[in-house]
């Protein structure tokens, strides 16, 4: 075994990036590991290879992701694995590390660490209306990452379903790529202006230029010609005759009954933290009613109620990538104390600029959680939408066991729900909010599922090589 | 039907040829498996386990498992994390996939 690291960092999203080059100035020996093939995680896909050999597409996607170029060139210094799937971060042993193991290129390896920071960023929250398993139908996100990584696009029509930041962005980048959306519809609820207005002083303080650049997304939208259809619900997809998706189905705000067709369909109802790393150490979740998630429990530099174990960016709650750099680096600064590489005023004073940013970043947040909240129908599916997609179990037989099953665990036993390769990612949330529903009680209440290891599949090949390894 | 192009402007981007189902497909550097298959129109993927279904990559980012394929010989690799090379061999993936626990 090689000797332990100071600080394993999961992830190189804006979090990791920020978190590696602050623990690298304090001397900290990192190691980051990430599964993508390429460092800058869902806002900064690829962005340093893109600057580079693709130079004209930084104009259209923005200056915002241009920026994640210099964040990944600040954590140049620190050894870093592309590729890097972590599987498991192991219970703490008797000296308060913890074994980290990974898969990368067919091979299973492991690590021991006096810290771990989990930096695995935010999911596109389940959409599940009938037919969301169609090929065709995929997510706003997706078509946003894969423009930015591998600068493809739809050529057919594309609709954009859905509500919040990331769909206004996106049609701002299509827009300045000149590629048509056929459609816009927007499952924004009415009334959310009105409801969103207290929280906007403290926003335009905090983060004044986010909120600038978000009227202006706005405007652009309405003004682009693009169809947009306002608090839009009952969404359905509906398949043609090659099986694929061939066009959306929706209730416009008078209740009519409307079709749109479509090649492509991409949803969106926000962004919801990636469970699965800070369920598997075990540390304490809390529901957050404004965000209608789980967000890991932690104290102010981001350690989980599992000791050791810190989280940063949007897998400990969404706040967006600006905050994401200031934990990132409140994390690293932490770690940095605890091994004695900071004494308490130096901690103090490297701290202060970060947690202003993120009080700044809290304002905003606050005014686009009460702007654009998850629509209720997310937590009461059709009888025939499909919940969990691994296994296909559908609404209706969700809703057979949701007043008896003991809990979702328990829901699982039944009917197998959570149990395919996706281990409970894509209908985890669902199941909480329809069992909680049919039962009276709350989510936190409810609770979620019991996530083990390996979190992704591994081969026998891979578990072999673990034990004949040296270490990493 | 769903159908990807790639922007004109591709810079200094490298060409990479691999096999899908043993036909030759295009790609260019910085492709995942995935966005490779999505650009070539390549269309489903995968069918499912259950009830046979065909499915297509749904978000891009490692989390919805839709995206899975066989890799040179290697099943259940996640195609939109796993980069693309010159010469892998990759294939569609039908029914059962992994089940990565048998007890709840
Ligand atoms: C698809 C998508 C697109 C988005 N686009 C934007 C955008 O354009 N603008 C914006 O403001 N916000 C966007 N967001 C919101 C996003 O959450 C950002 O705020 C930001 O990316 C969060 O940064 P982060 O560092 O917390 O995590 P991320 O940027 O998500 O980075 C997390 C990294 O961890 C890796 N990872 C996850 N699990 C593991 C594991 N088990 N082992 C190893 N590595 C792992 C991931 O591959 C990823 O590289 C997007 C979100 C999603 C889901
Ligand atoms: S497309 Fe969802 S995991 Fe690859």
Same mark, same amino acid.
Request: charged share 20%; glycine share 10%; proline share 6%.
């Given at each position: 075994?090689?000797?332990?690291?100071?600080?394993?960092?999961?992830?190189?999203?804006?979090?990791?990036?920020?978190?590696?080059?602050?623990?690298?100035?304090?001397?900290?020996?990192?190691?980051?590991?990430?599964?993508?093939?390429?460092?800058?995680?869902?806002?900064?896909?690829?962005?340093?290879?893109?600057?580079?050999?693709?130079?004209?597409?930084?104009?259209?996607?923005?200056?915002?992701?241009?920026?994640?170029?210099?964040?990944?060139?600040?954590?140049?210094?620190?050894?870093?694995?592309?590729?890097?799937?972590?599987?498991?971060?192991?219970?703490?042993?008797?000296?308060?590390?913890?074994?980290?193991?990974?898969?990368?290129?067919?091979?299973?390896?492991?690590?021991?660490?006096?810290?771990?920071?989990?930096?695995?960023?935010?999911?596109?929250?389940?959409?599940?209306?009938?037919?969301?398993?169609?090929?065709?139908?995929?997510?706003?996100?997706?078509?946003?990452?894969?423009?930015?990584?591998?600068?493809?696009?739809?050529?057919?029509?594309?609709?954009?379903?859905?509500?919040?930041?990331?769909?206004?962005?996106?049609?701002?980048?299509?827009?300045?790529?000149?590629?048509?959306?056929?459609?816009?519809?927007?499952?924004?609820?009415?009334?959310?202006?009105?409801?969103?207005?207290?929280?906007?002083?403290?926003?335009?303080?905090?983060?004044?230029?986010?909120?600038?650049?978000?009227?202006?997304?706005?405007?652009?939208?309405?003004?682009?010609?693009?169809?947009?259809?306002?608090?839009?619900?009952?969404?359905?997809?509906?398949?043609?005759?090659?099986?694929?998706?061939?066009?959306?189905?929706?209730?416009?705000?008078?209740?009519?009954?409307?079709?749109?067709?479509?090649?492509?369909?991409?949803?969106?109802?926000?962004?919801?933290?990636?469970?699965?790393?800070?369920?598997?150490?075990?540390?304490?979740?809390?529901?957050?009613?404004?965000?209608?998630?789980?967000?890991?429990?932690?104290?102010?530099?981001?350690?989980?109620?599992?000791?050791?174990?810190?989280?940063?960016?949007?897998?400990?709650?969404?706040?967006?990538?600006?905050?994401?750099?200031?934990?990132?680096?409140?994390?690293?600064?932490?770690?940095?104390?605890?091994?004695?590489?900071?004494?308490?005023?130096?901690?103090?004073?490297?701290?202060?600029?970060?947690?202003?940013?993120?009080?700044?970043?809290?304002?905003?947040?606050?005014?686009?959680?009460?702007?654009?909240?998850?629509?209720?129908?997310?937590?009461?599916?059709?009888?025939?939408?499909?919940?969990?997609?691994?296994?296909?179990?559908?609404?209706?037989?969700?809703?057979?066991?949701?007043?008896?099953?003991?809990?979702?665990?328990?829901?699982?036993?039944?009917?197998?729900?959570?149990?395919?390769?996706?281990?409970?990612?894509?209908?985890?949330?669902?199941?909480?909010?329809?069992?909680?529903?049919?039962?009276?009680?709350?989510?936190?209440?409810?609770?979620?599922?019991?996530?083990?290891?390996?979190?992704?599949?591994?081969?026998?090949?891979?578990?072999?090589?673990?034990?004949?390894?040296?270490?990493? | 039907?769903?159908?990807?192009?790639?922007?004109?402007?591709?810079?200094?981007?490298?060409?990479?040829?691999?096999?899908? #189902?043993?036909?030759? @497909?295009?790609?260019?550097? %910085?492709?995942? &498996? /995935?966005?490779?298959?999505?650009?070539?129109?390549?269309?489903?993927?995968?069918?499912?386990?259950?009830?046979?279904?065909?499915?297509?990559?749904?978000?891009?980012?490692?989390?919805?498992?839709?995206?899975?394929? #066989?890799?040179?010989? @290697?099943?259940?690799?996640? %195609?939109?994390? &796993? /980069?693309?090379?010159?010469?892998?061999?990759?294939?569609?993936?039908?029914?059962?996939?992994?089940?990565?626990?048998?007890?709840?």
């Amino acid at each position: 075994m090689s000797a332990v690291r100071d600080l394993v960092i999961v992830g190189a999203g804006p979090a990791g990036l920020a978190a590696a080059a602050e623990a690298h100035d304090h001397e900290l020996d990192v190691l980051m590991l990430d599964e993508q093939p390429e460092p800058g995680g869902q806002i900064y896909r690829s962005v340093a290879r893109v600057a580079e050999r693709r130079p004209a597409d930084v104009s259209f996607l923005g200056a915002d992701y241009a920026h994640g170029a210099t964040l990944v060139d600040a954590a140049s210094g620190i050894d870093r694995r592309q590729g890097a799937t972590v599987w498991q971060i192991g219970p703490a042993a008797k000296d308060g590390t913890r074994e980290v193991i990974w898969s990368q290129d067919g091979r299973a390896q492991r690590v021991s660490a006096h810290a771990v920071l989990i930096a695995t960023g935010a999911m596109e929250r389940p959409v599940p209306i009938p037919g969301w398993t169609l090929p065709g139908v995929t997510t706003v996100g997706a078509i946003q990452v894969s423009l930015k990584q591998a600068a493809i696009y739809p050529t057919g029509r594309l609709v954009i379903a859905g509500s919040g930041p990331l769909p206004l962005l996106l049609a701002e980048q299509l827009r300045a790529a000149r590629i048509p959306v056929a459609a816009i519809l927007d499952t924004t609820p009415p009334g959310r202006l009105t409801a969103a207005m207290a929280h906007l002083p403290l926003a335009a303080v905090g983060a004044p230029d986010t909120l600038r650049k978000g009227l202006t997304l706005l405007r652009a939208r309405d003004r682009s010609g693009i169809p947009v259809w306002q608090n839009v619900s009952g969404l359905r997809a509906e398949a043609g005759p090659d099986g694929s998706v061939t066009a959306v189905r929706f209730r416009t705000s008078s209740g009519a009954d409307e079709r749109v067709e479509c090649d492509v369909l991409a949803l969106h109802e926000g962004v919801v933290p990636n469970p699965q790393l800070t369920r598997l150490v075990g540390a304490e979740h809390r529901w957050h009613e404004a965000q209608r998630c789980f967000h890991p429990v932690t104290d102010p530099w981001g350690e989980t109620t599992a000791a050791g174990v810190f989280v940063a960016g949007d897998g400990g709650g969404i706040l967006g990538a600006r905050a994401a750099e200031g934990s990132g680096r409140l994390a690293a600064l932490a770690v940095a104390h605890r091994l004695e590489r900071l004494n308490e005023s130096a901690l103090e004073f490297w701290a202060t600029r970060w947690q202003m940013r993120r009080l700044g970043e809290r304002a905003l947040r606050r005014l686009l959680d009460a702007l654009y909240p998850a629509p209720d129908w997310i937590a009461a599916p059709d009888d025939d939408a499909i919940v969990c997609r691994c296994e296909e179990v559908t609404a209706a037989q969700l809703r057979s066991v949701a007043g008896h099953a003991a809990g979702p665990n328990q829901a699982k036993a039944y009917l197998r729900c959570g149990m395919g390769p996706c281990q409970g990612r894509l209908c985890g949330l669902t199941v909480t909010e329809m069992i909680a529903r049919v039962q009276g009680k709350t989510p936190a209440q409810t609770g979620y599922y019991r996530i083990r290891a390996p979190i992704k599949p591994v081969t026998v090949d891979e578990l072999a090589s673990l034990s004949e390894e040296t270490a990493a | 039907m769903m159908r990807f192009a790639r922007l004109p402007n591709p810079g200094r981007s490298r060409r990479i040829v691999f096999q899908f #189902e043993g036909e030759p @497909i295009e790609a260019q550097e %910085g492709d995942t &498996v /995935a966005t490779a298959l999505l650009a070539a129109s390549a269309g489903a993927t995968r069918t499912t386990a259950v009830s046979g279904s065909a499915r297509g990559a749904y978000c891009m980012m490692g989390v919805c498992f839709e995206c899975l394929v #066989e890799v040179d010989g @290697i099943p259940n690799r996640q %195609g939109c994390l &796993v /980069a693309v090379t010159e010469g892998m061999s990759v294939r569609r993936q039908a029914g059962p996939a992994v089940v990565l626990e048998d007890a709840p």
